[in-house]
């Protein structure tokens, strides 16, 4: 049977990614999503720089996903015409990271927080 969990949050944690992996394998978590705000620097900055003493502490039955999470904006009329615009989140799996820069230089053109 596998068990995923398809949003996760590394960047606000305090504990190393080690340790939050770990943690998602003795859950029985096979394959974990990190999903961080507007960033995938949880894979560039955290994952891709473990030692490789670090990499072995990393059980070998977990697979992670590369994923980000941005927010948006929704506008809905309602049936009186009345409009307002309602945050939502979307989560995308799966990146690829060669086009990091691509996303940061279009996050500081293009994206509005919400």
Known sequence: ?????LHCH???QKRSI???????????????????HKT???????????????LKQIPSNI????????T??????NGAGQTSYIAIDIVGYNLDLSKEDELDSW?????VDT
Do not use: H
């Open 1 to 5: 049977m596998v068990k995923l969990d």
């Open 10 to 12: 590394v960047s606000e």
């Open 18 to 36: 080690v340790e939050f992996l770990k943690e998602c394998a003795e859950q029985g978590v096979n394959i974990v999503t990190i999903t961080d």
């Open 40 to 54: 995938l620097k949880a894979f560039t900055e955290r994952i891709y720089t473990l030692t490789p003493e670090e």
């Open 63 to 70: 697979r992670v996903v590369i994923g980000i999470e941005m």
């Open 72 to 77: 948006g904006k929704y506008r809905y009329t």
């Open 107 to 111: 996050k500081k053109e293009n994206y």
